[in-house]
């Protein structure tokens, strides 16, 4: 992105906030990108940037780990592999095998699952892959303290062995020595110590010509002499040679390691950066959770669709101290591409320009922003500033002249694809005059379809926003009766500067407000005053505004208790017809039983009777009563005094009887001869021809 002047980043606290995403950076390399931030005009590298840093938000939001724990600086290290001959030592294989291990967990965790899940932090892996040969190789030499292992080659082995046996030879010889020294008394406090490396005896200078063996010096007050004894000259020697061999043969195998891992270098150097890149990314989810960062939709076009914008330093800042920060909604689009901000000092006109200036920044530098999802927001190709005394004392302008200079820069450089703040445009000279160049500038700046914001107390700039195409104007909201600022933009309609109300209200003598106010003429007064009227009318539709949809809260929240009243009343009838169908069966099953009872006797009187025909008889009497009360049953007539039989065609919605037991229900769907009825909450399969369709009886009126 193109900037207007060099400042423009400072002016606007880019800086501050690049300070704090270094903060969260843990690798050299993360840091150094976060410090060296750019602000993109690319769509698509925006949108990856944006859509990694939202992946990576929602995994510290579900309080998932994401195994990425390097964090060490191996760059030196990795460049020694690419250089013939070159040796890393112990520690520092121990630091690239962690780096190994740290890259294996990050590709075990993206399975096919994640990878689908996360594909924007999937693309940091993309086109690389684990090699589980570095680890090998290098625990095959290095152990876990950093140490070059015994059976690393044959010869060091060998080495190592002959050592052990000449230290330990040393050792019993070096105790009898002492021994004999300490008996004989020549030994000092400090029995023994070592000397370039040598084991030493420490004796009485008054007795060192009694002791053979090679001086290595004394101590500094000149009562103690160290002396290399006789006996273990030879083994000490043999000692040392083999020390020497230890240590080249050490460095010849960590030559060779060095070697055989020089063709991963390139690969190495990819695995640091997949740690650098995820910690960045990792940095950017941190700040976003902190600032309460979002992902606004994105618009390849210059347009400014924000729908509750905080200032991000500001809404950290009351954060902390417990405040609540007003938020920004402004859309800027072709037809309205620059908006005029008037109303009293103090009242947050700045802190609004500058919540709009810094989370474009912000968006285009791959920054989640404190805005409501539902903003959308444009990618634009420069951003000119102007905040502020500009006093330019090295070319010896005044700040008018200054204020000019930059104005021309605007108007020259500005196209459809600029973005650009103006704070108190025409300040700094006569009121008519500044302003008359004020709407010079703003026409030249509408005319190239430039976006912006511009702050101003100017009359004339009000009135002219109203009246040409492209320009609105917007007012800071102001409490005139307790003189407060209220921080909240309106868009839509100019503001008041609240002069002779501040000058009231806070007890300047009346007589010099009424002198002030002939001075000033009658028109200006009088629309200054309109606008003040017109704000606080605004203000009292605003609360009027919150009472009604407070209102309007509470007539949702009555709906759904009404409609819950009326599915529980739903769920009881249900549960009633179904103790009903339930009372059928239970009637079934004791007439039924009754039944089996009587039929047995039947049976027996059939065996023992010589007439035949009075058996015969009872059991015709028995089956034709049966016949009688399934007519005259209970349900059948509660069902024919609610429904009444309509010869009618059976078709799907209709209400139908069951011919067998009475029950209704409604025709939820036809499958060729059979119809599926839905009788209570229990749907059944029933044949066509064992239907009838009814229509309920009105309620007879009771009396």
Known sequence: MRLYPETALTQLEFDKVRALLEGHCKTLYAKQKAEELRIHTKKEYIELELKQSFEFKSI?????????????PLHKEIKLLSIPGALITGEQWLLIRKLAENTSSIFRWFDQERRLAFPGLTKVIEGSYYEKAVIEMIDEVIDEQG???DNASADLQRIRMSLFRKRNELRRMFEKVISKLAKAGYTADIDESFSNGRRVVAVFSEHKRQVKGILHGESDSRKTAFIEPEETIDLNNQVFTLENEETKEVQRVLRQLTARIAVYASLLEQYLIIAGEFDFIRAKAKLAVEMNGQLPELSDKAHIHLVNAYHPLLYLYNKTAGKNTIPVTLTLD??????VISGPNAGGKTVTMKTIGLNQLLLQSGLLVPVSPDSQMGIFKQLFIHIGDTQNLEFELSTYSSHLLHMKYFIESANGKTMFFIDELGSGSDPNLGGAFAEVIMEELARRHSFGVVTTHYLNL????????????GAMQFDEVNLQPMYKL?????????TFAIAERIGLPQHLINRARKLVDEDHFKLDRLLNRTEQDLQQLEQEKKQLHKLLRENDRLKKEMETVMDKERHRQQIELLKNQNKVTEERLVYLKDMERKLKQIVLDWKKAENKQDVIKNLQNLL????????????????????????QHIEVGSLVKLKKNYQVGEVKEIRGKRAIVQIGILPMNVDLVDLVVVEKLPEPISK
């Open 490 to 498: 309106i868009v839509g309609k100019p503001g008041s500067s609240y």
């Open 334 to 339: 072709d037809k309205n591409r620059i908006l």
């Open 462 to 473: 009000k009135v002219m926003a109203n009246r040409t195409q492209g320009i609105i104007n």
């Open 147 to 149: 140490t070059v292992k």
């Open 624 to 647: 034709f009563k049966q016949k009688e009360a399934i007519v005259v049953n209970k349900l059948a007539k509660k069902v024919d005094l609610k429904y009444k039989e309509m010869n």
């Open 60 to 72: 510290l939001e579900q309080s998932q780990y994401f195994p990425n724990d390097f964090t060490q």
